[in-house]
């Protein structure tokens, strides 16, 4: 681990970690707490093994650009399940208990180089889908009282516009193009 004596830490400095948490898991109907390692820590974001380098520099700027920066967050990789069913369109976003922070865990079959090419507001981009999923559980954070497909349209023109699109209220037109 390096550490920087002077006050200047480059942006993409990822540190080492050594901390466990109890994370509750669901197993067979029923809620199971389980131990997750966490190995790099940037800021108050802690991440396990399986987060790749480069989705730990989005997601760190990314809580910096809504304003989380003092909250605690906790990155894994997961099984992710909406009613029960296996998912690996959507993070899954909870608040763990005794203040430990929230637990927000990113679907194991969601590979990082996964692409899709999205129509924003009339133009094609290509974009990262793990990136969305993960924007779209941060903007829960923040934005908890708006639907699953505004955040998501919302995370898709962030990402391919800007953070200027922060300041509008209804995010636009947004679509898959395949």
């Known amino acids: 681990m390096t550490v920087h004596n002077n006050k200047t830490v480059p942006i993409n400095w990822i540190g080492d970690t050594e901390k ?37 520099d989005f997601i760190y700027r990314a809580v910096v650009r809504l304003g ?24 899954d976003v909870y608040e763990l208990d005794w203040d430990l922070g929230t637990s927000i865990i990113i679907p194991l079959k969601r590979r990082y180089d996964s692409i899709q090419n999205f129509t924003v507001a009339g133009r ?13 559980g941060l903007l829960r954070l923040v934005h908890g009282d708006k639907s699953e497909n505004w955040r998501s349209a919302k995370a898709a023109a962030i990402i391919t516009r800007g953070w ?3 300041a509008q209220d209804a995010p636009p037109p947004v679509s898959r193009s395949d």
Do not use: D, W
């Open 124 to 136: 094609t981009y290509p974009v990262r889908l793990i990136e969305i999923m993960v924007l779209s």
């Open 20 to 56: 466990y948490i109890l994370v509750p898991r669901l197993q067979r109907k029923r809620v199971v707490k389980k131990v997750k390692r966490l190995i790099k820590v940037k800021g108050a974001c802690y991440f396990t093994k399986g987060v790749p380098y480069k989705l730990i």
């Open 164 to 166: 200027g699109e922060m």
């Open 68 to 91: 989380l920066k003092e909250r605690k967050l906790i990155f894994s990789r997961g099984s992710v399940r909406v009613k029960g069913r296996p998912t690996s369109n959507i993070v």
